[in-house]
């Protein structure tokens, strides 16, 4: 077992008691009974921005404090035993993470809005019930210097509030090496982008995305 560090026992024992208090099962069942058609809170996700817990793997010179992934850990470790409804792990962890792999235009234009809240940035993977990119067909087709991303994504986590997607998508061109796998950021409004959202039993946003011509 890990041993914290002194800052992470604070940072655990503040996620804790907030959960306990605040975003408790209690919250998640108001939630889920609501009907809500994002699949989160807005009054938890904001005190959630309030407390930096937006910012904490992002850099600081986008705008986040740049702690570590066990960092994080601690605090989704306590807002799972809430059952805890957010965008946190899917934006702030998951999608923040890949962008963190990306170039530096995009680093600027969404890991500070990721920071602070104002974006909910998530991942597209799958394209079937079961997990399994090696099976990825959704196609980025190379014209010229850009890609034109055709097919679906199921169960996209946060599909229905997102403002922006990290989509793994299956590259070809005219060199046979660029064929494989990538990844490419899309915004939400993109022409050719839409949204099929998924009733769920725990009512959180998952939604089928579908890219014509994106």
Sequence with gaps: MAVLTEEQTLLKDQAHAWVREEANVTVFRQMRDSGTSSGFD?????????LGWCGIIIPEIYGGTGLDYRTFGVVLEELGRGLTASPLFASSLVGASALLGGSEDQQREWLPRIASGQAIVTLAVDESPHHNPANIVLSAARAGDSYTLSGVKT????????????????TSGPDTSEEGISLFVVPGDANGLSRTRLTM??????????????
């Excluded at 807005?42 to 309030?50: A, F, G, P, R, S």
């Excluded at 169960?155 to 299956?170: I, K, N, Q, T, Y």
């Design 42 to 50: 807005d009054n938890t996700w904001n005190k959630m921005v309030e």
């Design 201 to 214: 039993a725990d009512r959180r946003g998952y939604a089928d995305i579908t890219f014509d011509k994106v």
């Design 155 to 170: 169960f996209v986590l946060e599909g229905p509030s997102a403002d922006a997607f990290v989509v793994a998508a299956r």
